[in-house]
């Protein structure tokens, strides 16, 4: 994989990740709140460590967005999240209220809640716990 050094960005990207970052630093009692709120909003279990939430994927467990990535269960992280709520679709990993895959994702990997009508949330990481209403 080719990695993009610091002083290969332009300044746009330089100054993108540097407001990600900020946006990024938030405390885990903060988290803990926004996911009891998106848990509470959309009818989610929060046990206290764990949100389950929910993905869509085909038949052959792909995503939405990238079919060339299979999901099988486990667990799954990427270093890019972006924070930033008013972006609908940039990178990151999405969970959502409804889907055909059950996720739970870890208080610590909590990214942000995106402003959209479907409940979409990005994570920095989650786990694969199966098909919705599969043993």
């Known amino acids: 994989m080719n990695e993009l050094n610091w002083t290969d960005m ?11 970052q ?8 903060i988290v803990s709140v926004e996911m009891i709120e998106y848990a509470k909003q959309h009818g989610l279990e ?7 939430a929910y ?5 052959r467990g792909c ?5 060339t990535i299979f999901y099988e269960r486990g667990y799954y992280r990427d270093w890019r999240c972006d924070m930033r709520r008013e972006n609908e ?14 996720v739970r994702v870890k208080v610590d990997d909590l990214g942000c809640v995106i402003d959209r009508n479907d409940g979409k949330c990005r994570v920095w990481g989650f786990e694969i716990m199966g098909e919705k209403n599969a043993d």
């Not at 990151?92 to 055909?100: D, E, M």
């Open 10 to 20: 332009t300044e746009y990207q330089r100054d993108h990740c540097c407001v990600n």
């Open 22 to 29: 900020k946006l990024s630093n938030k405390t885990l009692d």
């Open 46 to 52: 929060f046990d206290g460590e764990y949100l389950y």
């Open 55 to 59: 993905r869509e994927h085909d038949s």
């Open 63 to 67: 995503g939405v967005y990238n079919k």
């Open 89 to 102: 679709n940039s990178y990151g990993l999405g969970i959502f209220p409804k889907g055909n895959v059950q």
